[in-house]
């Protein structure tokens, strides 16, 4: 690996400092550092718990290029595991499906419970024979990642060390402890997928701050202007922004969403915009809420996969319908300043830009956090 | 079921058809069968394993009967 950048200059006070390098957006072993100090190291969000709506429920799911898949278990219970037989390593699932029994893999027929126990070993000790001394079940079950739901996403922990979900996120929890509650899937229409032709930080970057409203939505604007948005900084956890202003969405006869039951009166027009340290950008209204989660490809390239939710299972299908293409036209009038700014960072000795002290704090804190992760991750390496 | 233990061609030609149709919770029956006519009690074992197998995995009503087969054979625990 050339030499890296010192991060220093990131970490100076906002007025002083620096963005991150080039090299955090556009070189591969600076993504393969990050993935593993910023992605597997923390709670990284994966998929959408309703992705698995039943019993049995099991999708493939890649995550930064391991095969995992998750799976509603008998218990009803959402769990993650590696998408590997114990025996020869074989990929047991390889489409979303509804698992009856067992997961039986398709090699040699190694038989899986959905909670991840080996329950059968066919022939393994000679034809017709289940058992050998050697073949300990017990200890041949799925390898199971640390998982955990919280605002409808499953959340995973690769490394297996971080701190317990609700220590990570206990400030985030507390300030949106009103939204600590089922929250419905809006189904089919309600979920979409944006591919960007840049580094997932970008979108986060991009998502945490207002400065840009005025320029890259203007219909947003209208409404949302930009005196009426406050920042939102937690260091090292996570950073946003909230609107004083919100305004529901009104069909032509002036019908809205149900409300979230028994919020502080403050949600009457509030809302909040959250990036949650690494991957997942969520929001939060009186009546509805979404999340956005950043899958890293490459280190060019991000599927933003997004999903709303609402405050009950039935809720009129026509103003989903439209709040989803309101979302979407949001979401895509910032894919060319996402994208703009990975083509930006291709400028030979670019210095990683400055913030305004006054706008940028959201962004800078998110920069501060990848800084500082990423020294200390080298620092222990070396 | 011949002299060696191995399913009739009428049965065998049934199990194949189920293998082909994808047919989990059939062809976990016809193994059963073939398990239960056998009179060799490793070849009836061989069977009652597949048989089992696709029982797991398609929640078979005769899961547990086949296991205690298996079971009863030293074969499963
Ligand atoms: S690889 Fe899965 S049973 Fe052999
Ligand atoms: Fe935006």
């Not at chain 1, 991840?116 to 022939?123: E, F, K, Q, V």
Request: glycine share 6%; net charge negative; with cysteine.
């Amino acid at each position: 690996m050339e030499k890296t950048a010192t991060l220093d200059k990131v970490c100076l006070p906002i007025g002083k400092a620096n963005g991150l390098p080039n090299e955090h957006y556009t070189c591969s072993s600076v993504f393969q550092e990050e993935k593993d100090i910023l992605l597997f190291a923390k709670w990284s969000g994966l998929a959408v718990s309703a992705e698995i709506p039943n019993i049995g429920d099991v999708v493939p799911i890649h995550f930064q290029g391991i095969p995992l898949f998750i799976v509603r278990t008998k218990e009803n219970k959402v769990k993650v595991f590696q998408n590997t037989c114990r025996h020869r390593g074989m990929i047991l699932i390889d489409t979303a499906k509804s698992i009856e029994g067992a997961i039986r893999c398709p090699y040699h027929s190694w038989c899986y419970s959905t909670d991840g126990n080996l329950i059968s070993t066919p022939h393994v000790g000679g034809p017709g024979r289940n058992l050998h001394e050697e073949i300990d079940r017990s200890k041949l079950g799925l390898t199971e990642v640390r998982s955990h739901v919280w605002m409808g996403v499953i959340w995973i922990n690769l490394s297996g060390n971080a701190p317990k979900f609700e220590d990570s996120m206990k400030e985030l929890m507390d300030r949106w402890a009103d939204f600590d509650r089922p929250l419905f899937h809006g189904g089919k229409e309600s979920s979409f997928t944006i591919e960007i032709a840049a580094n997932w930080k970008l979108a986060v970057e991009n998502y945490c701050e207002s400065y840009h409203l005025p320029w890259v939505h203007p219909s947003l604007n209208s409404y949302s202007k930009l005196e009426d948005h406050y920042h939102i900084e937690y260091k090292n956890k996570f950073s946003g922004q909230g609107t004083k202003v919100y305004q529901q969405l009104k069909d032509k006869d002036g019908n809205v969403f149900p409300d979230f039951s028994n919020l502080e009166a403050k949600w009457d027009t509030a809302a909040e915009y959250i990036a949650v340290y690494p991957n997942v950008l969520l929001g939060v209204h009186r009546d509805h809420a979404f999340a956005i989660i950043l899958i890293p490809d490459s280190p060019e390239k991000t599927n933003e996969h997004i999903h709303l939710f609402y405050s009950q299972e039935d809720t009129p299908e026509h103003l989903r319908l439209k709040n989803s293409e309101q979302w979407r036209l949001v979401f895509d009038e910032d894919v060319p300043v996402v994208e703009g700014m990975q083509k930006g960072r291709h400028a030979v000795n670019f210095d990683g830009g400055r913030f305004s002290p006054v706008m940028d704090n959201p962004t800078h804190c998110f920069h501060y956090w990848v800084a500082n992760e990423v020294q200390n991750g080298r620092m222990r390496k070396s | 079921m011949d002299a060696c233990g191995n399913p009739d061609e009428d049965l065998e030609k049934k199990i194949l058809v189920a293998h082909q149709n994808n047919d989990g919770l059939k062809l976990a029956e016809l193994y059963a069968e073939a398990a239960y006519n056998s009179p060799n009690k490793n070849k009836a074992c061989f069977f009652m394993v597949n048989a089992y197998t696709l029982a797991l995995e398609y929640k078979h009503p005769k899961t547990q009967s086949f296991f205690q087969f298996l079971k009863k054979h030293d074969r499963e625990n």
